[in-house]
Structure formats: structure tokens, C-alpha cells
């Protein structure tokens, strides 16, 4: 582990605050304790990927989210109304995506949505639940546009996923400024055709020419998501003798690429984005990976009581740790309760109760597994970022933390 220091994260986007209290691992919403929407059912849905290249990250969202609403309802539900998540599989498929996120709205009658897994998917569903005024929060998709500088309206998308424009240059930069000797050539590597690696790809180019960082990228190195032997583009990049590898990519792609650059005799570091922080791509990567370095909107091992309580609830569930995209799976669904207790929701006029959420979700203020954790005014994050590197045995160790401003 190198250093446990915190830096500053200065953020531009001004900040939604309410003040309300909160509680270890949950709403902080001070709302009446009575039952009296008992009988009724708040309907949610989540498009999650569950198959196909996000796979790798569904199937812990469905777990959490699963947690989540077992958890609400065995604690009183929203407000004595029952909590129901209707989980569906877009088999990490953009088409899928956007029809799965109309029926959930249009035919299943939800509230909210959580999702999709990716942000490929993403551009396809969220302008569609934006459209159709429903709020829709994405836990885990981390590319450019998806809020704030939408090129759709996005009034009703939020995130709670720490987006690649904000992870990968803190990362970077918290690598750069505890190197020794200082980093000064690189190599990007990634798959031209997926949204999530070409955003995260774009950050690395814009991060590396900043003074402060001072990296020259030796080349560039670009090849499709669905090919299956990587090595001719590693031994490409190895071969520049780079001090640092970037890799931008999701699934089981960085893993590859950190095993055959080790196999190849590279020493250097391993610097990435949200695609290197699920422990199943850790396990992959093992010893080659070890050291391998991104930023996080989470991390395991934080024992505040809003996390420590988390970690234990899924372990005792599901007989492992959660990931990170667990714990943002879970703290959307908190997020969405939270907001609903405050909202004072009919449930009988959805179209209103959808407004109603969307405008509760804006001043949402609760402790989740992530920290503390509100909105921006763009509906992005604002909370603790967590610098991790792979252990080389499936798991993750703490960098250190960045705080936002």
C-alpha cells in the first residue's frame, strides 16, 4: 500500500443539499413512523446485465438490490408500503435495454428504474424514461454524457456510479504525485467500439497532457471488444517500453491485457478506470495484476457504519463480498426510498408520484455504503473518491481517499 494521505477533489458543479438526519445504513428521511400506506406497493424496476459483457456486474446488482428491498420491507417498507423491484436482464444488449426500460415503465407501471449495467446501454434506455418523465438512476454506468451535458434534456436521469471523467484523472493524478522516480511515457489500450472504454480512453488523452502529470503516450492502441487474443496489440504496447499501461476497457478485458503484459516482461503500472474495481476481474488478473491501480466510488474495507453494516448484511446473504457495483446498486435502491418517504407519494397518481420522486431525489442527503453521499446539481455524484489497487489475490487495498470539495 503506498500512501494513506487525503487530497482535495475540487468539483465545478454546484451541490443539492438537504438537511436532514441520518441513519448507519439507510434513509435519512425524518418521516412519520406511522402505516399509512399499508396495503400499497412501490413498484421499481432495474435493467441490469446479467448476461453478455457485463456479466461480470450484473448479477452482483441484482443480489444488492435484492438485499435492498428485503431489507426495507422487513424494516417497516416505505412508509408500511410494501417495497417491490422487478429485476430484468438486458443481456448487455443496447436494443434490449431501451424496450425492457419501456415496458417497465409503460406496462409494469414503476415509479423508478434503476440502471442499465452499461453505459453503452445507457444512451439507448435513459433517453426514453427521460422522455416517458420517469427517474431513472444509473448504478454503475460511468461514461461522458450520461448527466449533466446530456444530448437530451436528462432531467430525469441521475447517477450514483463515480463517472470516468472524474475516477480516471484523480487517479492518475494521485499515481503521479506518490510515484518514485515520476512516470513520464505510456501506452493506451483499449476497444474502439464501446462507449464505456472510448469515454474512459478520451479522459486518459486529456488527463496525460495536463503539466502537473506530465506523461507522453507512446501510442495509441485500438482493437474491438470481441476479439478474442489480445496479444498482438499488448506485445504492440510492451514493446514502447512505456513506464505506465492505460487500460479503458470492461468484463474480463483488462485482466487479459495485465496477464499477457506481464508474461511479456513488462514492470511497469497498471492505471485504469471503473472497469479494473469488480473483484471478479481482480481474480482474473490475480499476481499480474497486483498493484494495478484505478479510482472507485467504493471501497470494501471502509468500516464506517454505513458500509461495515452493508458488507455484513450481503456476506451473511450470499456467502461473499460485495463489489462495488453491489454497494451502488444497493445505495440506489436507499436513495429511491429515501426519496420516496420524503416525496409523500399518492400512489395513485403515478405521472405525479414520478414528478414527485424526481424532485425528492434532487435534495437527497444520506449515509450509504459509499459515504456520505448527494447530488450535484447535474444529478452526478458528490462524494469520497476511493483510490484502490488490485492485492493480487482477487481483492483490493486502499490508496487513499479524495474528498470532494
Not at 455484513?312 to 420516496?340: E, H, M, N, R, S
Amino acid at each position: 500500500m503506498r500512501t494513506t494521505s487525503r487530497i482535495r477533489w475540487w468539483g465545478t458543479a454546484g451541490i443539492a443539499v438537504a438537511v436532514i438526519s441520518v441513519a448507519a445504513c439507510g434513509s435519512s428521511s425524518k418521516t412519520s413512523s406511522s402505516n399509512s400506506n399499508k396495503g400499497k406497493t412501490l413498484k421499481l424496476g432495474a435493467v441490469f446485465s446479467l448476461t453478455g459483457a457485463g456479466g461480470v456486474y450484473g448479477p452482483q446488482q441484482q443480489q444488492a438490490v435484492k438485499l435492498a428491498e428485503e431489507t426495507t420491507n422487513a424494516s417497516g417498507g416505505v412508509d408500511g408500503a410494501n417495497l417491490s423491484i422487478q429485476v430484468v436482464d438486458d443481456a448487455s444488449n443496447q436494443t434490449q435495454a431501451a424496450q425492457q426500460t419501456q415496458t417497465l415503465i409503460q406496462q409494469n407501471q414503476v415509479t423508478a428504474l434503476l440502471g442499465p449495467t452499461l453505459s453503452n446501454s445507457a444512451v439507448a434506455a435513459h433517453p426514453i424514461a427521460d422522455n416517458l418523465k420517469t427517474p431513472m438512476l444509473a448504478v454503475s454506468t460511468t461514461g461522458l454524457n450520461i448527466v449533466g451535458t446530456c444530448p437530451y434534456p436528462c432531467t430525469y436521469i441521475f447517477r450514483d456510479s463515480l463517472g470516468e471523467a472524474t475516477a480516471i484523472p484523480t487517479n492518475i493524478k494521485t499515481y503521479v504525485a506518490s510515484a518514485n522516480p515520476k512516470p513520464k511515457t505510456g501506452v493506451l489500450l483499449y476497444p474502439n467500439d464501446d462507449k464505456f472504454s472510448v469515454d474512459g480512453a478520451t479522459a486518459v488523452k486529456q488527463t496525460v497532457t495536463d503539466p502537473a502529470v506530465g506523461i507522453q503516450l507512446l501510442d495509441t492502441i485500438q482493437f474491438s471488444k470481441s476479439d478474442a487474443d489480445l496479444t498482438q496489440f499488448v506485445n504492440q504496447g510492451v514493446s514502447k517500453h512505456p513506464d505506465v499501461i492505460f487500460i479503458t476497457s470492461l468484463g474480463g478485458i483488462p485482466a487479459k491485457i495485465m496477464t499477457a503484459a506481464r508474461q511479456q516482461g513488462f514492470t511497469g503500472q497498471f492505471l485504469g478506470g471503473n472497469g479494473f474495481n469488480s473483484a471478479a476481474v481482480s481474480k482474473q488478473a490475480a499476481n499480474f495484476g497486483k498493484g494495478a491501480q484505478s479510482a472507485s466510488a467504493w471501497y470494501l474495507g471502509n468500516d464506517f457504519a454505513s458500509n461495515a453494516e452493508f458488507v455484513k448484511a450481503f456476506k451473511a446473504k450470499y456467502g461473499t463480498d460485495p463489489d462495488q457495483f453491489a454497494a451502488q446498486a444497493y445505495t440506489g435502491v436507499l436513495i429511491l426510498v429515501d426519496a420516496a418517504k420524503r416525496a409523500k407519494l399518492t400512489y395513485t397518481d403515478l405521472p405525479g408520484d414520478r414528478q414527485k420522486l424526481r424532485t425528492a431525489m434532487e435534495s437527497t442527503n444520506i449515509q450509504t455504503p459509499l459515504g456520505p453521499f448527494q447530488f450535484t446539481s447535474t444529478h452526478d455524484v458528490h462524494q469520497t473518491i476511493w483510490v484502490i489497487a488490485m492485492d493480487g489475490q482477487g481483492g483490493f487495498t486502499l490508496v487513499t481517499s479524495v474528498k470532494p470539495s
